[in-house]
């Protein structure tokens, strides 16, 4: 601003100094003055309607120069360690197989044999201390624990079997197992589920048994037959025997504890020889005749 101010105070003092070197002026003179202020006033106008020029800053980059964006910082990556292996347990197993899918049906008190196969992927061999134990849930009347038969070494492969046998009440039952180290220590847990359905108690078959079909003895004599009497169920069966001397036993009963087969003896006089048989007369509950039981005795001759 000062700078413009000298400036004008230049222009109208050259101005004023040249008009003191003209002559007293006439009316042309006078005009020639007025123009000559005027252009003056114009000049200074101008002067002052220039923006003022601004002083540089310090840190602000001067006009016209590109803009320098600095280069992101490189970070060196970790280094990966190796990752570190787990050991394998001393006692671990895969489970390879079964029998019995899960879900089969079953009979009220039918017996049936649940197997597993195992993989020993551990370090340690099983050996004959080492135990398949009944753990928890539905035992189904089988045992406590099984023991190992043999060793089974790091990579075999090993069958363990139980017997079992269906609650005599309709339902879903399921038993857990599991193997078990000489130093008590449990793994490698499996499980048996059946379904149990309600079966009628009856006598499924009588099948007999003579230790000779053909009998050489002194008459009169007595002859031995067995029958072994299969149920559908647990029960009680009574039965009585009937020959063909004409002979016949008392009424006896036999009790049943679940789907199973039961042995019945009998004693038959025989007073002579030829064809003869035995038969087994179920009362309860089939109401049925099984047999006969045939066989031949020749008798010897005092």
């Known amino acids: ?28 003179d ?26 540089p800053q310090p840190d602000t980059p001067s006009a016209g120069l590109p803009t320098l964006t600095p280069l992101p910082t490189y970070t060196q990556p970790a280094v990966q360690s190796p990752p570190t292996q787990t050991p394998l347990p001393c006692n671990k197993a895969q489970f390879v197989s079964e029998t019995i899918p899960d879900d089969t049906e079953f009979g009220s008190g039918e017996t049936f044999t649940k197997s597993w196969t195992f993989k020993n992927t551990g370090t340690c061999t099983w050996n004959t201390d080492y135990k398949f134990v009944f753990a928890t849930g539905d035992a189904m009347s089988g045992p406590a624990s099984v ?16 017997d079992l046998t269906a609650p005599t009440d309709p339902g879903t039952y399921t038993g857990y197992w599991k193997l078990q180290a000489d130093d008590d220590e449990q793994y490698g847990q499996v499980y048996v589920r059946i379904k149990t359905q309600t079966v009628f108690f009856q006598v499924m078959s009588v099948t007999y048994y003579m230790p000779h079909e053909t009998i050489d003895m002194g008459c009169p004599g007595d002859v031995a037959v067995k029958g072994e009497i299969t149920t559908s169920a647990a029960g009680t069966v009574t039965y009585y025997w009937t020959d063909s001397e004409g002979g016949q036993s008392a009424t006896q009963s036999v009790t049943f504890d679940a789907a199973e087969a039961k042995i019945v003896d009998y004693t038959m006089n025989v007073t002579s020889s030829g064809a003869k048989w035995a038969k087994l007369y179920i009362d309860q509950p ?16 005092p």
């Open 30 to 55: 006078e005009q020639e003055t007025n123009m000559l202020s005027t252009a003056v006033a114009e000049t200074v106008q101008a002067l002052n309607a220039q923006p003022e020029p601004q002083e």
């Open 286 to 301: 089939n109401h049925q005749l099984f047999g006969p039981k045939n066989f031949t005795v020749n008798c010897s001759t």
């Open 147 to 162: 023991n190992l038969v043999g060793t089974v070494e790091p990579n075999a492969q090993v069958t363990i079997s139980v």
């Open 1 to 28: 601003m000062v700078k413009k101010t000298g400036i004008a105070v230049v222009l109208i003092s050259t101005l004023t100094l040249s008009a003191c070197n003209f002559p007293l002026f006439n009316s042309s």
